[in-house]
């Protein structure tokens, strides 16, 4: 590496800002006939990509308090929100000025209980009910693919247990 090339990296490193912080939501319901999950996905308001509901920190708020009050500012879902992260994924954002961010979204998952019909954001993205593989086969972020995926192995397990928890709880013990 000559001198000046070094020199240019040096530079950029020296001006490279960490990534910005945001905290996100997988929302995701399960179907009572069929057990099927399903997980909420929306259209970005500038590119029309599909995305999950995500923000900025909030002062006062938890991250995952944050993540529930962008799924209902954004999707108009509310329900129970686990206070575990499930990952991180990062992201290129640009910003109303034109000015390109590096992000790091802190994800968490909210059961959805309920759907409002008004809501802050409402009319200005589309939202979608998918699969698991729909929705990792829509988003364009391969860490956000790769929290689907891993999320819908954790979801299976936990259903599966619930329902062996459920089919023994009928069962009588034989008497000897």
Same mark, same amino acid.
């Given at each position: 590496?000559?001198?000046?090339? &070094?020199?240019? $990296?040096?530079?950029? *490193?020296?001006? &490279? /800002?960490?990534?910005?912080?945001?905290?996100?939501?997988?929302?995701?319901?399960?179907?009572?006939?069929?057990?099927?999950?399903?997980?909420?996905?929306?259209? $970005? /308001?500038?590119?029309?990509?599909? %995305?999950?509901?995500?923000?900025?920190?909030?002062?006062?708020?938890?991250?995952?308090?944050?993540?529930?009050? @962008?799924?209902?500012?954004?999707?108009?879902? =509310?329900?129970?929100?686990?206070?575990?992260?499930?990952?991180?994924? $990062?992201?290129?954002?640009?910003? /109303?000025?034109?000015?390109?961010?590096?992000?790091?979204?802190?994800?968490?998952?909210?059961?959805?209980?309920?759907?409002?019909?008004?809501?802050?954001?409402?009319?200005? /993205?589309?939202?979608?009910?998918?699969?698991?593989? @729909?929705?990792?086969?829509? %988003? =364009?972020?391969? @860490?956000?693919?790769?929290?689907? *995926?891993?999320?819908? &192995?954790?979801?299976? @397990?936990? *259903?599966?247990?619930?329902?062996?928890?459920?089919?023994?709880?009928?069962?009588?013990?034989?008497?000897?």
């Amino acid at each position: 590496m000559t001198l000046l090339a &070094r020199l240019a $990296s040096d530079v950029q *490193l020296m001006f &490279r /800002r960490p990534p910005r912080q945001q905290y996100g939501a997988i929302c995701y319901r399960v179907k009572r006939k069929s057990g099927d999950v399903e997980v909420l996905l929306m259209t $970005s /308001r500038d590119t029309g990509r599909w %995305v999950i509901p995500k923000g900025w920190p909030m002062t006062g708020k938890c991250a995952h308090e944050v993540a529930a009050q @962008e799924a209902f500012e954004e999707a108009g879902v =509310r329900g129970a929100v686990e206070t575990e992260t499930l990952g991180a994924y $990062s992201y290129s954002k640009i910003l /109303r000025d034109g000015v390109q961010v590096a992000c790091k979204v802190q994800v968490y998952a909210i059961e959805v209980t309920e759907m409002a019909k008004n809501f802050k954001e409402k009319g200005e /993205r589309r939202i979608e009910w998918v699969s698991f593989d @729909e929705a990792a086969g829509r %988003v =364009r972020e391969p @860490e956000l693919r790769g929290l689907f *995926l891993a999320f819908k &192995r954790k979801m299976t @397990e936990r *259903l599966s247990a619930q329902a062996v928890k459920q089919g023994s709880a009928g069962k009588q013990i034989p008497a000897e």
